[in-house]
């Protein structure tokens, strides 16, 4: 019998038993991406952590008795100005299509190379979806419908053309939470940070954006409360309509709650732990106020941040790497075991040295497990990952399979896992091909160099010699004449 799921849960700062409201419903909420650019390997890591969340929920409850939905924010500023910039003469709306349902598409080819689970994987014809990505731009009438609830309780107003959330009148409700106790903020802390900048329809520097007017270059719909101006949602809105719809609405009649003040409540939420504030804290507040209840979602999980060796990831120091781009040098599954390496609550520093140690246990692990049935056969590793996800325990756990020579065990748990979904030789042929296609750059470069010492030319051919070494490629030259090279990994 394996042990008690146990999760950490921001809303106590505890590790807490895990009781899902209704045991045949378990219900996981999961900020999605903003689709304007492709994903970075930051971006990467709440994908796959609450993937493995997911797996170990529907082994624990069932395949059929959890619900995950993962959004899809496809209206956000970035995302406007992306469009103008890049789909310049077309009208709007449509650039606005093109450019997310591009970097939608981008997002999915990548992270189902990582190895994560996708709605068509788990949803089956004549079942209730268990896995579903709402977009953000299908669920305007919920927002709206929030927006109408939240004015008519005074939790809102409308100031020139905008509805904003009050703060101050939140904190005279009740049956409600206080705003800001959920990221632990004082309203004195909130009002000094908020002062930058305060725009001057606001009653409160505090209050924040649920809908806001568009101008012509912007995506537009009917707006609330009798504002005449078409306009857009802000960003926190829409993460509380779509939970709302796919977690509460959806399960009006499935649900058998003993609390029927927790029939808005869900009961896992997730993210970034950069969205703790303003956005989690925000949606909140709109979720609470607008449907009377303590508490949005029973247990809020954040995954730490990812650096990448040893300094934050950033644009500007040249170490920003997509998974796209990981992905022409390192197998998904590689990356996917790098991430679980480290806990996911601590911060993870992202090296090539790690990632060569992954892969290398990978290679070891594809010759010796064989293909077999895939699921989670052993009580250790279920236990491991019961506590708060631990996967360092995991994969400590996984090697001391490895070590009894329990190879079958191994297999089933490591496909449970989202590892080994081929064999071990599709798994080289397809390293391979990978070194195939840079082979191709590698002769060239090799001829060139050939021809540069022919001609004396010393330079180039030490030019070349070094772009190869940036390659990762030895170069000998050889007694006969001949050059060979290898690939120094
Ligand atoms: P964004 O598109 O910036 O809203 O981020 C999407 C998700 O990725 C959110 O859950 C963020 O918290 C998460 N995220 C962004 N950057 C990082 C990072 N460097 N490390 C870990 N998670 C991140
Ligand atoms: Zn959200």
């Given at each position: 019998m394996?042990?008690?799921?146990?999760?950490?849960n921001t809303l106590t700062r505890s590790k807490d038993d895990f009781v899902p409201i209704d045991p045949e419903n378990v219900r996981l909420y999961v900020c999605g991406p903003t689709v304007y650019d492709y994903a970075h390997i930051g971006n990467a890591r709440p994908i796959i952590v609450f993937d493995l969340l997911f797996r170990l929920l529907r082994h624990v409850y069932g395949k059929q008795a959890v619900t995950y939905v993962r959004n899809i924010t496809d209206v956000d500023d970035k995302i406007n100005a992306r469009a103008a910039r890049d789909c310049p003469g077309m009208p709007h709306n449509e650039a606005i299509r093109v450019v997310t349902g591009k970097t939608e598409e981008q997002f999915h080819a990548d992270i189902r190379a990582?190895?994560?689970?996708?709605?068509?994987?788990v949803n089956e014809a004549d079942q209730p979806p268990r896995f579903v990505e709402p977009r953000a731009t299908?669920?305007?009438?919920?927002?709206?419908?929030i927006i109408e609830r939240l004015i008519a309780r005074g939790a809102a107003y409308v100031a020139e053309e905008h509805v904003l959330f009050s703060v101050s009148a939140m904190q005279n409700l009740s049956g409600v939470p206080k705003y800001g106790a959920f990221s632990k903020r004082s309203l004195d802390e909130l009002l000094s940070g908020a002062r930058v900048d305060v725009a001057p329809y606001k009653r409160d520097a505090m209050d924040f954006v649920l809908w806001k007017p568009s101008g012509p270059q912007d995506p537009a719909w009917a707006s609330p409360a009798g504002i005449q101006t078409p306009g857009r949602p802000g960003w926190h809105i829409e993460c509380s309509a779509m939970a709302w719809r796919h977690l509460v609405q959806a399960f009006e009649t499935r649900l058998t709650c003993a609390d029927p003040n927790?029939?808005?409540?869900?009961?896992?939420?997730?993210?970034?732990?950069?969205?703790?504030?303003?956005?989690?804290?925000?949606?909140?507040?709109q979720s609470c106020c607008a449907f009377e209840t303590p508490r949005m979602a029973n247990v809020w999980m954040h995954n730490g941040f990812l650096q990448v060796e040893g300094e934050k990831m950033s644009k500007s120091l040249g170490n920003f790497f997509t998974i796209n781009e990981l992905l022409q040098d390192w197998p998904g599954e590689?990356?996917?075991f790098n991430m679980l390496r480290t806990h996911y609550r601590q911060p993870i520093d992202w090296t090539v040295k790690g990632l060569e140690e992954s892969e290398k246990t990978l290679d070891r692990w594809y010759e010796l497990a064989g293909r077999g049935e895939t699921a989670f056969v052993s009580d250790h590793i279920v236990d491991a990952l019961s506590d708060d996800l631990n996967t360092p325990k995991m994969l400590a756990e996984l090697h001391a399979l490895d070590g009894q020579s329990a190879h079958?065990?191994?297999?089933?748990?490591?496909?449970?896992?989202?590892?080994?979904?081929?064999g071990a030789e599709a798994w080289k042929a397809r390293k391979q091909s990978a070194l195939n296609v840079d082979a191709a750059q590698v002769q060239a470069l090799i001829a060139a160099r050939k021809e540069a010492r022919a001609s004396k030319n010393w330079p180039e051919s030490d030019r070349i010699r070094d772009e190869l070494a940036a390659l990762n490629v030895v170069v000998k030259d050889n007694k006969d004449g001949t050059t060979t090279w290898e690939v120094a990994r």
């Amino acid at each position: 019998m394996a042990a008690k799921l146990r999760l950490y849960n921001t809303l106590t700062r505890s590790k807490d038993d895990f009781v899902p409201i209704d045991p045949e419903n378990v219900r996981l909420y999961v900020c999605g991406p903003t689709v304007y650019d492709y994903a970075h390997i930051g971006n990467a890591r709440p994908i796959i952590v609450f993937d493995l969340l997911f797996r170990l929920l529907r082994h624990v409850y069932g395949k059929q008795a959890v619900t995950y939905v993962r959004n899809i924010t496809d209206v956000d500023d970035k995302i406007n100005a992306r469009a103008a910039r890049d789909c310049p003469g077309m009208p709007h709306n449509e650039a606005i299509r093109v450019v997310t349902g591009k970097t939608e598409e981008q997002f999915h080819a990548d992270i189902r190379a990582l190895g994560v689970l996708m709605p068509e994987d788990v949803n089956e014809a004549d079942q209730p979806p268990r896995f579903v990505e709402p977009r953000a731009t299908e669920h305007i009438d919920e927002m709206r419908m929030i927006i109408e609830r939240l004015i008519a309780r005074g939790a809102a107003y409308v100031a020139e053309e905008h509805v904003l959330f009050s703060v101050s009148a939140m904190q005279n409700l009740s049956g409600v939470p206080k705003y800001g106790a959920f990221s632990k903020r004082s309203l004195d802390e909130l009002l000094s940070g908020a002062r930058v900048d305060v725009a001057p329809y606001k009653r409160d520097a505090m209050d924040f954006v649920l809908w806001k007017p568009s101008g012509p270059q912007d995506p537009a719909w009917a707006s609330p409360a009798g504002i005449q101006t078409p306009g857009r949602p802000g960003w926190h809105i829409e993460c509380s309509a779509m939970a709302w719809r796919h977690l509460v609405q959806a399960f009006e009649t499935r649900l058998t709650c003993a609390d029927p003040n927790a029939r808005e409540i869900f009961d896992i939420h997730g993210g970034g732990i950069d969205l703790v504030f303003p956005h989690h804290e925000n949606e909140i507040a709109q979720s609470c106020c607008a449907f009377e209840t303590p508490r949005m979602a029973n247990v809020w999980m954040h995954n730490g941040f990812l650096q990448v060796e040893g300094e934050k990831m950033s644009k500007s120091l040249g170490n920003f790497f997509t998974i796209n781009e990981l992905l022409q040098d390192w197998p998904g599954e590689v990356l996917r075991f790098n991430m679980l390496r480290t806990h996911y609550r601590q911060p993870i520093d992202w090296t090539v040295k790690g990632l060569e140690e992954s892969e290398k246990t990978l290679d070891r692990w594809y010759e010796l497990a064989g293909r077999g049935e895939t699921a989670f056969v052993s009580d250790h590793i279920v236990d491991a990952l019961s506590d708060d996800l631990n996967t360092p325990k995991m994969l400590a756990e996984l090697h001391a399979l490895d070590g009894q020579s329990a190879h079958e065990e191994l297999g089933a748990n490591l496909r449970a896992l989202g590892f080994l979904l081929e064999g071990a030789e599709a798994w080289k042929a397809r390293k391979q091909s990978a070194l195939n296609v840079d082979a191709a750059q590698v002769q060239a470069l090799i001829a060139a160099r050939k021809e540069a010492r022919a001609s004396k030319n010393w330079p180039e051919s030490d030019r070349i010699r070094d772009e190869l070494a940036a390659l990762n490629v030895v170069v000998k030259d050889n007694k006969d004449g001949t050059t060979t090279w290898e690939v120094a990994r």
